[in-house]
């Protein structure tokens, strides 16, 4: 068989009757449709629903798929105490998929499970699809830090191992969109939240997947959305197929967007070839951008770039250049070198204080680490370096505080310190819209827990991006 429909779900577990407790009438039309969706997969009569989820196990660079036979999951945390489900996992799918994926080059596997119960991803439309029916076992795959293309591929393997296997599969992308609709929202708002979900719900009604392809990363990060790559996954599944599509729902009311929306797959198009279509756009896109940003250097920046194509290419270290300014030669200073490829950070190291005889003995040094031992990323290779743009941030001397009010985030970056530990968040950072968070995030970095006594210091920097 193979897959037989896709469907594009959110997850709020208010949804959930158990967790909603009337609020669920706020969001009617999401309501409905999960109705009619789950109708139409009790008509199907899948053997198998395969689940991407964004809240499960993430990995940066590897695609967790539900180990073991089964897994339990409930909505205790949103105060339902009383709603379980259990899933049958479907072993032989799980193994088709990772052993395929593999052989493809994607890192995928039932490894490193740290939590083995369904996360809200699953629960919430599979609780409505068991209203329904429940004659079907599950595959549960989890997002990974990897490129959009990565997870288009690794649909390419849902498809083919269910077709491998003889299966009949349906796929729930599981993704809410913009978490940034409005003001009075939880999350707030942000203008590229409803830009967001424009483009992607233009995307569903036409089953133009190459369109969620081009939506640019950092569109992507300032509408905080949940699920984009869910969505990416899923086209996968549709590979060089024509499909079918259809919107059956789409609204925003708590400031998060919700869309349904339905796929089925057509007669064989070669045209397409969407995977290879978006690479060949994203290299010329990259290199544009690249380019650009090179042309408008200043010394920070080009010193940065130029000391970690030195070491790529040739394994030692750029000597300082000659005729750069007073400011790089002779004032010393923590820098954090930021290396980015098109949108996406590629690598990012940083001192607090000087280490070095100069700001520019530091660029030149985080440069090339910030490339190469970064351990959230593998280390630059040849081929990437003409996609990167650069970003130097030169930090002034820190200074004590006594109160978080002393803070503000657009202008002072925060350092936190209990005991050895001590964790630095700069300044201005996209998403990181209040002082609570900026702390919170410096606490995560240095592994301080939630009721440690902390010390604070801020410190101002000039950014050169």
């Not at 003889?166 to 708002?189: A, N, Q, W």
């Not at 590629?346 to 204080?353: E, N, P, S, V």
């Amino acid at each position: 068989m193979g897959v037989i429909r896709a469907y594009a779900m959110p997850h709020p577990p208010l949804a959930v009757e158990g967790v909603g407790r009337g609020q669920e009438r706020g969001i009617a039309k999401t309501i409905s449709a999960f109705e009619e969706a789950s109708a139409e997969i009790a008509e199907l009569e899948p053997e198998t629903i395969v689940f991407i989820t964004p809240h499960s196990v993430l990995y940066a660079d590897y695609f967790h798929i539900s180990p073991g036979s089964s897994a339990d999951g409930d909505f205790l945390r949103f105060g339902d105490s009383k709603t379980r489900l259990t899933a049958q996992y479907d072993t032989q799918l799980a193994e088709a998929i990772s052993r395929i994926a593999e052989q493809n080059g994607i890192p995928a596997g039932g490894l490193g499970e740290r939590d083995a119960k369904l996360d809200h991803g699953v629960t919430v439309p599979m609780w409505f699809i068991n209203q329904h029916y429940s004659q079907y076992k599950t595959v549960r795959v989890s997002q990974s830090g990897l490129e959009p293309e990565d997870h288009y591929r690794l649909g390419q393997a849902i498809a083919e191992a269910s077709e491998k296997t003889g299966r009949k599969t349906v796929v729930i992308g599981s993704s809410d969109m913009s978490h940034k609709l409005e003001h009075d929202g939880p999350y707030g708002f942000a203008p590229e939240g409803p830009r967001f979900d424009e483009l992607v719900a233009e995307a569903l009604v036409e089953g133009d997947f190459l369109s969620l392809f081009k939506i640019p990363q950092e569109l992507r990060e300032k509408a905080a959305e949940c699920g984009y790559n869910s969505l990416i996954m899923l086209a996968g599944c549709f590979d060089r197929r024509k499909v079918e599509a259809r919107l059956l729902s789409y609204e925003g009311p708590f400031g998060v967007g919700y869309a349904i929306a339905s796929f089925a797959p057509g007669t064989r198009d070669e045209s397409r070839n969407l995977c290879e279509q978006y690479m060949e756009e994203y290299l010329k896109n990259s290199l544009e951008s690249a380019h650009k940003s090179r042309s408008e250097e200043d010394d920070y920046r080009a010193l940065a770039r130029q000391s970690l194509e030195y070491a790529v290419k040739s394994g030692g270290k750029l000597q300082v250049p000659k005729g750069l300014p007073d400011g790089l030669l002779n004032q010393k200073a923590g820098v954090f070198v930021s290396l980015h490829k098109n949108g996406r950070l590629r690598g990012c190291i940083g001192t607090i204080g000087p280490t070095t005889g100069s700001i520019a003995e530091e660029i030149i040094q985080n440069a090339v680490s910030a490339g190469l031992s970064d351990n959230r990323f593998d280390p630059v290779s040849p081929d990437e370096l003409p996609h990167l743009t650069y970003k130097v941030d030169v930090l002034a001397a820190p200074e004590p505080i006594s109160s978080p009010q002393e803070l503000d985030v657009k202008r002072y970056g925060v350092i936190v310190s209990s005991g050895h530990r001590r964790g630095l968040l700069l300044p201005n950072l996209d998403g990181i819209d209040s002082v609570d968070e900026q702390i919170a995030i410096a606490r995560q970095k240095a592994g301080i827990s939630g009721n440690a006594q902390i010390r604070l210091e801020r410190f101002e920097v000039t950014r050169h991006e």
